[in-house]
Every structure is written in C-alpha cells, then in structure tokens.
C-alpha cells in the first residue's frame, strides 16, 4: 500500500449556509439549549464546523413546521412542486464542487467519488421532478365488474415524513428521499447522521433558494438521535418514517412506528455476494469487483462483503485483483491522485480491524493490507483475505472497509447456495459471458438488485433496496414516489 503522507491539512471548504443555525419553518435558529456538534474532517482529525444539537424540543418544532406547511404544500400543483425541484437539481449542479468538497471534508472519500455522488444525489431530484408533473394524472377510472357503480382511485401525499439518514452518503441519501416526498407533496423533516450533517444544511440552502416553502424541508442535526427521533414518532401528526442504516436500529424505529401505525421506509444493512464464474471477462470481473469493493472505502450497503470465485479462475483472480488493491493510493480524499479516503471514524477502523484479526487469528491467510499505519487521519489499507474458516465472524457480518473476503466454489448450484445463505438480501453481482446462466443466477439470488458484469448498479431511474432483512420498500424509479402516496378509492353511483 502507497499512504500518501499530507504537509498540509486541506484547507477546510467554505460552508454555505450558516453556521451552528438549522432550518426549521423556513428560519435558521439555533438549538433551543445553544448546544453545539463539532463536525471533523476524518483525515485530519481537525474540526470543520459546527452544528446545532437539537433538543427534543427543537424536533417537535420542526414537527410542527412540516404540520403546519402540509396542506399548503399539498395543494400545490404538481408542476410548481416539479418546477422547484428542477431548480434544485439545477443548484446543486452548479455548486458541485462546494458539495464535493464538504462530502470528502465530513465524511473522507476521494474528490472524484464526492464529485459522483454529488451527480449522483442531484440525478433524483432531476427523476422526481420529471415524475411529479404527471403524477395526477396517473389512477384508474372505471365500471365495476357488476356493472352498477363507477371505481375512481387516485393517489393523494401519505402527511409529514421524517427522512433519517446514515453518514456514508451525506448527499444521495438525502436526496433520495427529499425529492420524491416533495413529488408527492409531503413535507419533510430530515435527521442527517451527526458525523456528517454539513451537506445536508447546504442542501437545504440551496432548495430554500430554488423557491421551496417554509416548513417543508426542516434539518434538524442532533447528538441525540434516539430521544428525538422518539419524541417525533410518538406523535400521531408523523405519518411516514424513511430509516437508511443499519438493520439493527430500523428494527427498533419498526416497533416506535407500529405504536401510530405508520407508513415505513426501510434501506438497512447488506452483505452482497459477487460471483465470479470460470466465463467470465476477467478484466471486467476485476474491475467490477474493486468498483463494488472500493467504492465509498468499502463503506457501502452495496459494498461486495463475499466474494465468490469459481475454481477455474480463483488463483488468477485473486492474483490480479490483490495487486490492484496493493497499488491503491491511499490518503486525504481531497489530494489529487488519492484512490482510497480515510474511513469516516475511529469506531469503524475499529469495528473493520477486529473483523480481519478474528478472521486471521482462525486461520484465514492475509495476501494485502491488515495492519493500520501510525499517525492522524482513521485510516484502513486496502486488505485481502483468503481460505476465511466457517467461523469467523466476516463470513456473516456486514464489513463496511476495504476489505475484500475472497471465497471458492465449484457449481453454480453451490454458489448460488453460499449468495444466499444470508439473513440479508439488498445488493448481489454476477459476472459471466453466459447470458443464460447470468439470468437464472441473477434470478436465483434472493436480492433487492443484481448487478450483471457490473460492478455499480446505483441509479435514480432503478429501484433501490433490499428484501429479507434489508429492508422494505424502494427508493429511486417510479416506486420512490410511491413510498410516499396512499391509494384513495371511491365509488360512484351515478
Ligand atoms: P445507523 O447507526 O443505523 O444510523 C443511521 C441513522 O440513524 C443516523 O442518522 C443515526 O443518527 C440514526 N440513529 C441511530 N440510532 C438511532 C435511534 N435509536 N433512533 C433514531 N435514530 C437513530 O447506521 P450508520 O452506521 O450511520 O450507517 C451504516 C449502515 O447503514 C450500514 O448497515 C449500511 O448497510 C446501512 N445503509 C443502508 C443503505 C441502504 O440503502 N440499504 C444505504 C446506506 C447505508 P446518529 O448519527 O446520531 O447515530
């Protein structure tokens, strides 16, 4: 591994909204104690900013600002909602690098992948403005099969939604559920991760900018995630609830949203499978697998957590994939030439370390990476594990770094068996020339989504998330919008 060594801390980029205030009703104020979160750069370990921590008090505020803008909002055509949205898409393109820059700051990948997630995050808002011009005109009209009286059905906003987010993309995950809400006409109150709130108050910036309402995008950042987050859900005024993170804390948002019977989102944990078969392009396998391994520093739902070889291939892969993730530049995302950021803090250098110690100490053979260098910044080199015994925790757990598990199989059969011995089924990747077996494989895999000779499936057009313990529902494509509308039905005599 190449660890770049820093003469000067990157300087800190400009914020863009104002500091230590939040948005809630359309004005900026401070929390209700004045009570601050100190955001760090996760490659220097020096502070950027600070941020409002919102009381309970200061939640059910922006509780009552989205109650309060909701029927407003509502009633607002849906190409004046798509109008705002289009201008937001459009602010947030034209302040890609002050977005870009903020990401690598709070949360440590590389200024390219900061750069494609900006892309990435301002892509929903242009798909649900383009979804919510039509949306009123979509339903169903119609004679009953008996013939006496007419069936209408149309879709009407679920209520206020509060959108919680985790730290790996402090953007995408927003956006992802801030543009269709606002499609559908529910007002928000978004409750970003407190390591990585920054991008999120400039989100609100620039929306505020592109002409949304007071009251219908609130951002409440907290170091008290779970009394507020409870106070909110414990009032009946909350309809939805949209949870990105892990499976562990969306079970327990699952039971608080059962108590008022509302509408849930959930994108939790993943533990992908990509498999590789004897026919595969062995350049594109891989590519794609240090793509889905790599990406964000491996700190990805949709990271490859197993990956599978078939034995024809394995040494070959596995050559050719270790000394690609050796030769991966290591350093501060914000330096030109950095392949691989910083993880975002010490508790996940931890949590990634223990993983490949167990696994070593059972017996599993280091081929790269596996020892953390002295010095600021929590950083973790590229790693590459082989012959990983039956116990070791990484063959179950979500591993979250840039750590590749490499395992054999024989059949397809035995691969497909292995992909799916999971209690989670979000993310899954093929690679095979063979269009048959791609497609049963891919059918075969008990997955939200599969990936065939791809490495990246994200997109804002495809719905994303997971079945089994990854979750319910999907965000992005037209079932996005649907998470945030109920079916009206009524029957007319004429
Ligand atoms: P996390 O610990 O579950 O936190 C996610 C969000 O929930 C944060 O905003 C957090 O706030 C908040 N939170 C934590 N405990 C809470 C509680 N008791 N009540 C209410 N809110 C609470 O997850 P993370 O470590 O940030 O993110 C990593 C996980 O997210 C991984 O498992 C990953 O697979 C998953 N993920 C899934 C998807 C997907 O689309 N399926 C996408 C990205 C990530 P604080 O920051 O204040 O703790």
Redesign the pocket.
């Known amino acids: 591994m190449e660890h770049t060594t820093t003469t000067a801390p990157a300087p800190t980029p400009a914020l863009g909204f104002p500091e230590k205030l939040m948005p809630i009703g359309g004005v900026w104020v401070p929390s209700s104690t004045g009570t601050t979160i100190t955001v760090s750069n996760p490659a220097t370990e020096q502070p950027i900013a600070e941020v409002p921590s919102a009381t309970v008090q200061d939640g059910l505020a922006a509780l009552d600002a989205a109650c309060s803008a909701q029927d407003a909002w509502a009633a607002t055509p849906a190409r004046e909602r798509a109008d705002i949205l289009a201008r937001t898409y459009q602010g947030i393109i034209d302040r890609r690098d002050e977005f870009a820059a903020l990401i690598t700051a709070e949360m440590g990948k590389t200024l390219p992948e900061a750069q494609a997630e900006v892309d990435y995050g301002a892509g929903f808002f242009r798909w649900f403005a383009e979804s919510a011009g039509r949306l009123h005109l979509e339903g169903q009209y119609g004679l009953e099969p008996g013939g006496n009286y007419r069936i209408a059905v149309s879709k009407r906003p679920v209520g206020p939604a509060l959108l ?6 402090p953007l995408a ?1 927003g956006a992802r559920k801030i543009a269709p809400a606002l499609a559908a006409g529910c007002t928000t109150v978004l ?5 990585t709130p920054l991008t999120s108050l400039l989100l609100a910036q620039v929306m505020e900018e592109a002409g949304v309402p007071a009251g219908v995008v609130n951002v409440i950042t ?2 008290d ?2 009394g507020v ?2 106070a909110i859900m414990a009032d009946p005024r909350i309809r939805k609830i949209s ?7 969306g079970r ?2 699952l039971r608080q949203a059962a108590e008022n019977v509302m509408n849930t989102s959930m ?4 533990n992908a499978p990509l498999i590789v078969f004897d026919d595969a392009d062995l350049d594109q396998a891989v590519d794609g697998a240090i793509v889905a391994k790599l990406r964000n520093g491996g700190q ?2 949709v990271g490859a957590n197993r990956i599978y070889l078939q034995s024809g291939i394995a040494e070959q892969f596995t050559q050719r994939f270790t000394e690609k993730m050796a030769a991966t530049r290591v350093g501060d995302g914000a330096e030109p030439g950095v392949e691989l950021g910083p993880l975002v803090d010490a508790k996940q250098v931890a949590s990634v370390s223990a993983l490949v110690t167990d696994a070593v100490a059972k017996g599993a053979t280091l081929l790269t990476g596996g020892t953390i260098q002295e010095g600021a910044g929590y950083y973790y080199p590229p790693t590459v594990l082989t012959n990983i015994p039956a116990d070791a925790d990484i063959r179950t757990e ?1 591993i ?1 770094g840039p750590v590749a598990a490499i395992y054999t199989f024989d059949t397809e059969d035995e691969a497909i068996t292995e992909a799916n011995d999971t209690p989670y089924g ?1 993310a899954s990747y093929v690679f095979t020339q063979n269009l048959s077996r791609a497609l049963r494989v891919a059918d075969a895999i008990e997955a939200g989504m599969t990936g065939i000779n791809r490495g990246l499936v994200s997109n804002p057009a495809a719905p ?3 079945t089994n313990q ?2 319910l529902h999907r965000e992005g494509g037209t079932e996005g919008l649907d998470a945030y509308q109920e079916t009206k039905y009524t029957g007319i005599q004429l």
């Open positions: 919680i987010t985790p730290w790996n993309f995950m409750k970003p991760a407190e390591l907290t170091n995630s779970r987050v409870g949870f990105t993170g892990s499976t562990q804390v327990a948002l994108e939790l944990g993943g990805s739902c979500e979250f979000l994303f998330g997971g990854s979750g």
